[in-house]
């Protein structure tokens, strides 16, 4: 009688041990990358709520004195509000209404991990809107 050869397993762990390899190495960039766009994502935020917050303050003094109705100056909010945000290094668009200043601010966060997966930035956005209040 031949003995019955049994097919040999070499390689196998080889095969594993990459899957696995990347399989952690994604979770790693998951967990990684996504805290640092968390991060960005507060500091673009409180970006959006300074500037709307800036804006917000420049008041068209004289319709207040005249007629005692809040109501904002939009070329000078607009531009408050844009002047925090380039000293912030942050882009983003300034709507002003009567009494109401809104700040959009678009940004992305590079990735670490997830770059080797493809994956190379994070879009992050916020939105912030503050309102005239009378002093």
Do not use: Y
């Amino acid at each position: 009688m031949k003995p019955v050869r049994i097919r040999s397993d070499g390689g196998q762990a080889t095969a594993f041990t990459v899957v696995m390899t990347v399989a952690v190495l994604a979770l790693a960039g998951l967990v990684l990358d996504a805290g640092l766009a968390a991060s960005t994502k507060v500091e673009a935020v409180s970006a959006a709520q300074s500037a709307a917050r800036a804006g917000a303050r420049e008041l068209d003094v004289a319709a207040l004195r005249t007629t005692g109705v809040v109501r904002i100056d939009p070329a000078k909010a607009r531009a408050a509000a844009q002047n925090w945000l380039g000293r912030a290094r942050l882009t983003g668009t300034v709507t002003v209404t009567d009494n109401q200043v809104t700040v959009s601010v678009t940004t992305a966060r590079q990735t670490q991990l997830l770059h080797m997966l493809g994956v190379t930035s994070i879009p992050i956005t916020a939105t912030a809107t503050a309102e005239a209040i009378v002093p």
